[in-house]
């Protein structure tokens, strides 16, 4: 059995039920949208095991300026995604970043909150002494400074935001198939249709790639390479005796970090490049919280010494081997074939922004907000990478 549409959409999490929702609401699109999600529950979403951290501290300007629409968008989802007068669900907590920085780093913390001032980030750098009289509870040895977003950064729950996007874009007129995909039907330089494991066949018009880790695996059926690779990064959830007050997202020069969550703090940190293979695998690794996580806290926080981890998770990185950079837009030669992966750790905060880019790409056939075009697939090929200095 055949059906048709203007625009599938592979993968209904954040990403791909931002781009349904900006498809069908803001840029006025008239097509049918069709999103395929293979498990309707989400429950080994990259998007339901994010931390859900909002920020402006980047040092790509497009980062940023992605972001910052991120956080405005986050901030106002009930204006945007409430249906039937019912609020979005969606709650934002302005807690703010803190990246700490020894001596070494200090020139990069500098570089990179020049380039943030300058786009209008409310960011505010601090010696030791101003970072000691603002966080008591900071050890500010070795520290040579610290970058503090002020406004604008923070964090919010990431399933609400899916939830909402997907429930949005419902109420527009977006379809959601329970379902996999499982081929792509290429002919020449342009994709007619997608397979899908029940045994259905979807043609299409449009087809956007948002399978998150799996994009690969999409990207493969129509021959085309991407270089996203799963990676499982973990998740510490733990209790303190002693609160912490005010305490941001803050992130030591080791890359450990930690914020509150309800009563409690979750951290983690990325696991050393000889100790990250490619996998599907979502067991915790409690050997890193304890021989790596728990001494920096300790060390960082003299209050964390006494801490109890009470449960654990992990969740899938679509890790962009090449530079941990989103892959947006359409494929240089096969223009019907959109990307929205390869965000590796950022796409929760970026989703608004990558939403909006490719449903403005399909639509008016370029970007009308923000420029991505610098996050296109053919970077590759033309040996421009763009390196973000700060990847958590």
């Known amino acids: ?26 840029t006025g699109f008239k097509g049918r949208v069709v999103v395929i999600e293979r498990d309707s529950t989400y429950a080994d979403a990259a998007t339901s095991r994010s931390v859900g951290g909002v920020r402006q501290q980047f040092s790509t300007p497009e980062n940023i300026s992605m972001s910052t629409f991120g956080a405005a ?13 019912e ?17 070494a780093g200090l020139p990069t913390l500098k570089a990179n ?29 070795g520290l040579a400074g610290g970058a503090y ?23 527009l007129g977006a379809v959601y198939l329970t379902d996999e995909c499982v081929g ?36 493969s059926m129509a021959d085309i390479d991407l270089p996203i690779k799963p990676r499982k990064r973990c998740v510490f ?57 728990w001494p920096v806290l300790a060390e960082r926080i003299p209050a964390f010494e006494s801490i109890k981890m009470n449960r654990a998770w992990a969740g899938t990185y679509d890790y962009n081997t090449v530079d941990q950079n989103a892959i947006l837009g359409p494929h240089p030669e096969v223009r019907n074939f959109f990307f929205a992966s390869g965000f590796s750790g950022h796409g929760l905060q970026q989703s608004p922004a990558a939403g909006r880019a490719n449903a403005e790409m399909i639509a008016y056939g370029a970007y009308r907000s923000i420029d991505l075009s610098r996050f296109g697939y053919d970077r590759f090929a033309r040996g421009k990478p763009i390196i973000e200095l700060n990847v958590v």
């Open 184 to 219: 792509v039907e290429r002919e020449g330089n342009r994709i007619t249709a997608v397979k899908l494991a029940k045994g259905g066949r979807l043609a299409c018009g449009n087809l956007v790639n948002s399978a998150g880790y799996r994009s690969q695996m999409v990207a």
């Open 149 to 171: 977003g002020r406004s604008n950064e923070g964090w919010t729950d990431p399933y609400s935001l899916l939830q909402a996007f997907k429930r949005k874009a419902r109420s």
């Open 87 to 103: 609020s979005s669900g969606v709650p934002f907590t302005p807690g703010g970043y803190l990246f700490l920085a020894s001596e």
């Open 1 to 26: 059995m055949t059906e048709t549409c203007d625009v599938a959409i592979v993968g209904g999490s954040v990403v791909g039920s931002a781009t349904a929702y900006f498809l069908l609401g803001p």
């Open 113 to 141: 909150h020049k380039i943030q001032a300058g786009m209008g980030a409310d960011i505010v750098l601090m010696n030791p002494d101003e970072m000691k009289a603002t966080f008591a509870w900071l050890n500010t040895d």
């Open 73 to 85: 968008f986050i901030k106002n989802a009930d204006q945007y995604l409430g249906v039937d007068g």
């Open 237 to 293: 959830s733990f209790e303190c005796r002693t609160p912490i007050e005010r305490a941001p997202l803050t992130i030591d020069p080791t890359g450990v970090y930690f914020r509150p969550e309800g009563a409690g703090y979750i951290g983690g940190v990325a696991p050393p490049e000889d100790n990250d293979p490619d996998t599907f695998d979502l067991e915790p690794d409690y050997g890193l919280f304890e021989e790596t996580v």
